[in-house]
């Protein structure tokens, strides 16, 4: 169904009051224009939420960075507190899509949707990100749950992602050289007391690698991956790659984040 009432949400209040059964919220509308175009979705009700003024914008504190929903990819690779504080954040972002996405998509839009080859779900994971409804707060492990499938309930709005600086970090893709989605891609990140190894593009949702995380965690450097042993079992295989090609993806693309740390 293509006919739907749009509205324009000026706060959040009026965003989540006009939440019905068939409604949905439109932040940068990549994903979800064209899933109602293709005749993937169909709404009665479309709820921007664009104008919502204190849903957009970065703040640091000293332990942490918040990046608010409605943020856009390109103010996230070009903010200078993000270059400061969490570099690879900045980096992912330059490396979503094409300059058209990135000057439309939003963090909250690319986190909802949960694509398989997504970026940020890696970076919230890796840096044990907070995500903040108008309900509560959910923690990265526990939010993303399947395919395209949040802990988010219906209705429920996505305010702000809160990331853990880390120590050091970052994220190295292998691209789809079509759409920059990741083929693999690994987000690395060594905090004081843990290091978190998230990957996107493989499975049917982001998750983290213990067997690297455990390697890495005595011994933060390339060589110390050597014998991790990365089965290719349950990992995805399309025309892009194979599982087993995936699979030795990881660990090239693991030390080519660690080395560049
Ligand atoms: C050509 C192309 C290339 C792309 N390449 C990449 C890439 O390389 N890497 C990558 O990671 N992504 C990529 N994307 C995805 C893109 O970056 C967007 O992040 C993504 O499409 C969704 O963000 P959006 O703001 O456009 O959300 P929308 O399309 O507006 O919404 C998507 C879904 O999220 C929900 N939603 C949006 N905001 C909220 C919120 N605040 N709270 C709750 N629910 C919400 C909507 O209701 C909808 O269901 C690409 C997209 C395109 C079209």
Redesign the pocket.
């Given at each position: 169904m293509k006919n739907f009432n749009f509205h324009s949400a000026s706060n959040i209040k009026e965003a989540t009051k006009l939440v019905s059964s068939r409604s949905?919220?439109?932040?940068?509308?990549?994903?979800?224009?064209?899933?109602i175009k293709l005749g993937l979705?169909a709404y009665s009700d479309i709820i921007n939420?664009k104008n919502i003024k204190n849903?957009s914008g970065i703040k640091a504190t000293s332990k942490s960075l918040k990046i608010g929903?409605?943020t856009?990819?390109a103010e996230v690779s070009l903010s200078n507190v993000v270059k400061k504080i969490i570099p690879s954040l900045s980096d992912l972002a330059e490396?979503?899509?094409?300059p058209?996405?990135?000057n439309?998509?939003?963090?909250?839009?690319?986190i909802?949707?949960n694509?398989p080859?997504?970026?940020?779900p890696s970076a919230c994971l890796a840096l044990n990100a907070k995500i903040y409804?108008n309900k509560r707060k959910i923690s990265s492990d526990k939010f993303f749950k399947d395919m395209f499938e949040t802990d988010?309930k219906k209705g429920?709005?996505?305010?702000l992602v809160d990331f853990s600086i880390p120590e050091k970090s970052c994220y190295a893709k292998f691209?789809?050289p079509a759409?920059?989605?990741?083929i693999v891609g690994v987000y690395v990140a060594k905090f004081k007391d843990e290091v978190r190894v998230a990957i996107t593009g493989v499975e049917s949702c982001v998750f983290r690698c213990k067997k690297l995380e455990d390697a890495l965690s005595s011994n933060f450097s390339p060589s110390a991956i050597d014998s991790v042993n990365i089965s290719s079992k349950g990992f995805n295989s399309d025309i892009h790659a194979s599982a087993e090609y995936r699979a030795h993806i990881i660990k090239v693309m693991a030390k080519k984040a660690i080395s560049s740390c």
């Open positions: 949905t919220f439109l932040a940068g509308g990549m994903t979800l224009i064209p899933a979705a939420i849903l929903a409605t856009k990819h490396g979503i899509g094409d058209q996405v990135r439309r998509g939003t963090i909250g839009g690319s909802a949707n694509d080859a997504a970026d940020y409804t988010l429920e709005l996505i305010e691209p789809n759409s920059r989605y990741a």
